[in-house]
């Protein structure tokens, strides 16, 4: 199904041409699972990522192999006004599932990766997220006393570019967010 709403008042729109720009009475559309808006599932967007392997390494200079893994999360996609209101692309809830080689991190969160109206990632895109600290529960990644879920999540932080061969993640980094905040872990195509 096609959700439409009317947004009275004001409404904060980031796109790639206008950014912080207000819009006025801006509709938004959001498509459900299954649906198209325009002939087009936003979520075939997704297929220009499949599950990537990528070396990265804990902040104790442990080398790992992280797998990342991005489907589509169930909420429905949103369709993105241009500044003067007009439909201009698709926000689409996107899970990610990260997994250590090593056994250690096996966490998802969800974010929203931004795509064209022809369900064309739009790229580069920075992908950010919080997965609970549950992930990193007797791991030794982190010291236990970290480890307090009312002061801190495990925060991610993704760059997703657009090499020829389609969508690749190329760096990012794992890091501890909220009352103690530090670097935990980094993910780049080349490890030092």
């Known amino acids: 199904m096609v959700w439409r709403f009317l947004a009275a008042g004001l409404l904060a729109v980031s ?22 808006y325009a002939g ?6 997704l297929t220009a990522l499949p ?52 056994g250690r991190l096996d966490g998802s969160f969800t974010a929203e990766l931004p795509a064209d109206l022809a369900a064309t990632l739009t790229l580069p895109a920075v992908v ?21 879920p009312a002061a801190n999540m495990l925060a991610v932080y993704l760059v997703v570019t657009d090499p020829a061969a389609g969508a690749a993640y190329t760096n990012g980094y794992l890091y501890l967010a909220g009352h103690d905040s530090f670097l935990i872990g980094i993910v780049d195509v080349q490890p030092p």
């Open 15 to 36: 796109t790639a041409g206008c950014s912080n720009t207000t819009c006025v009475d801006v509709e938004e559309i959001f498509i459900d699972a299954g649906d198209t």
């Open 40 to 45: 087009v599932d936003p979520r075939d967007a």
């Open 51 to 102: 599950a990537q392997a990528i070396p990265s390494w804990w902040l104790s200079h442990e080398s790992m192999t992280l797998t990342i893994t991005a489907v589509p999360s169930g909420d429905p996609s949103r369709v993105v006004a241009d500044c003067a209101g007009a439909p201009a692309g698709f926000s689409i809830p996107t899970t990610f599932r990260l997994q250590s080689d090593d």
């Open 128 to 148: 950010r997220g919080q997965m609970p600290l549950t992930a990193l529960n007797g791991t030794g990644i982190v010291p236990d006393i970290y480890l307090d």
